[in-house]
């Protein structure tokens, strides 16, 4: 097994002309790393990337707010521009694993290895993130989440990939909250997560986006719960039964289907009386 640990763009630019196809980018090593334990002789080119300072950065431009891919959620759940602009964001790296994995883990980690249980993954679709990174030919790329294949998309298939940060546009979303079954010091995937992003003009919602993961590979949108909440006069036992309505559809034959539909619930029940305070 050969590593590498570039200290800046161009170097990383030019390890990735010479790599072979069995590259792997690692940064926090919290999926990697127990994926190595168990396949010991698996050769591999392992290319760190958490000491690019260019990925580690979060910052704020003129419509956007922009978080690098290395960055921790650690970082990420103490940072004030994202608890300003992104606190669904905030509070999903908050709930993420045990104290260590926050500290080495990624955001950029957990979204490349597509875990259905990603915490970080549903807030940024909320918050209508891009994604950007660029090839080994430094083509670049800005790539919208929501309906994003990354089993067919070119840059995803592409081994010499690699994910930069992502932009969170301002001014869409003044209010962002999110909600996970289970404990803050729980170390084991999420069996359920939601996240809600909207617009507050005068205490009314508006542009709302609402997210749940843990029910397929990828986070579902909620759209039905969105209109509701949208509507002059939402109310809450048709917001709830439009969330679990939604698992029903869409874990129609899943044992855990029942249990799903009602954990729903709860999580939307507490997003709504905190955005209902929010709104008074």
Same mark, same amino acid.
């Not at 999926?31 to 979060?58: A, G």
């Not at 962002?176 to 997560?193: E, P, Q």
């Given at each position: 097994?050969?590593?590498?640990?570039?200290?800046?763009?161009?170097?990383?630019?030019?390890?990735?002309?010479?790599?072979?196809?069995?590259?792997?980018?690692?940064?926090?090593?919290?999926?990697?790393?127990?994926?190595?334990?168990?396949?010991? =002789?698996?050769?591999?080119?392992?290319?760190?990337?958490?000491?690019?300072? *260019?990925?580690?950065?979060?910052?704020? @431009? *003129?419509?956007?707010?922009?978080?690098? !891919?290395?960055? &921790?959620?650690?970082?990420?759940?103490?940072?004030?521009?994202?608890?300003?602009? !992104?606190?669904?964001?905030?509070?999903?790296?908050?709930?993420?694993?045990?104290?260590?994995?926050?500290?080495?883990?990624?955001?950029?980690?957990? +979204?490349?290895? !597509?875990?259905?249980? %990603?915490?970080?993954?549903?807030?940024?679709?909320?918050?209508?993130?891009?994604?950007?990174?660029?090839?080994?030919?430094?083509? *670049? $790329?800005?790539?919208?989440?929501?309906?994003?294949?990354?089993?067919? =998309?070119?840059?995803?298939?592409?081994? +010499?990939? +690699?994910?930069?940060?992502? @932009?969170?546009?301002?001014?869409?979303?003044? $209010?962002?909250?999110?909600?996970?079954?289970?404990?803050?010091?729980?170390? &084991?995937?999420?069996?359920?997560?939601?996240?809600? %992003?909207? &617009?507050?003009?005068?205490? =009314?919602?508006?542009?709302?986006?609402?997210?749940?993961?843990?029910?397929?590979? $990828?986070?579902?949108?909620?759209?039905?719960? *969105?209109?509701?909440?949208?509507?002059?006069?939402?109310?809450?036992?048709? +917001?709830?039964?439009?969330?679990?309505?939604?698992?029903?559809? &869409?874990?129609?034959?899943?044992?855990?289907?029942?249990?799903?539909?009602?954990?729903?619930?709860?999580?939307?029940?507490?997003?709504?009386?905190?955005?209902?305070?929010?709104?008074?």
């Amino acid at each position: 097994m050969r590593t590498d640990r570039p200290v800046s763009l161009e170097e990383l630019r030019q390890l990735l002309e010479r790599s072979p196809r069995n590259l792997r980018f690692i940064a926090g090593g919290t999926d990697l790393v127990p994926h190595l334990r168990r396949f010991p =002789h698996e050769d591999l080119h392992l290319v760190d990337l958490s000491s690019l300072e *260019e990925l580690r950065q979060i910052r704020v @431009r *003129e419509n956007f707010l922009e978080i690098g !891919a290395a960055v &921790t959620f650690d970082e990420l759940e103490h940072s004030l521009p994202v608890r300003h602009y !992104a606190s669904a964001l905030a509070g999903a790296a908050a709930r993420v694993g045990s104290p260590q994995v926050r500290n080495r883990g990624t955001l950029g980690g957990n +979204f490349m290895n !597509a875990s259905p249980g %990603a915490d970080g993954v549903p807030p940024l679709l909320a918050l209508e993130a891009l994604a950007f990174g660029e090839d080994e030919r430094g083509k *670049e $790329y800005l790539l919208p989440l929501e309906n994003l294949d990354r089993s067919v =998309h070119p840059a995803f298939r592409n081994p +010499f990939f +690699f994910l930069k940060g992502f @932009r969170i546009p301002l001014g869409k979303s003044g $209010y962002s909250d999110f909600a996970k079954l289970g404990s803050r010091t729980g170390v &084991t995937i999420a069996k359920l997560n939601l996240a809600l %992003a909207c &617009t507050l003009e005068k205490g =009314h919602v508006t542009h709302p986006r609402i997210f749940a993961g843990s029910l397929g590979r $990828y986070p579902v949108r909620c759209g039905d719960a *969105e209109t509701l909440l949208d509507s002059g006069k939402p109310d809450l036992s048709l +917001f709830l039964r439009s969330l679990g309505d939604l698992v029903e559809r &869409t874990i129609p034959s899943r044992g855990s289907m029942p249990y799903k539909r009602r954990a729903i619930q709860g999580l939307g029940e507490d997003l709504w009386r905190k955005l209902q305070e929010v709104r008074s």
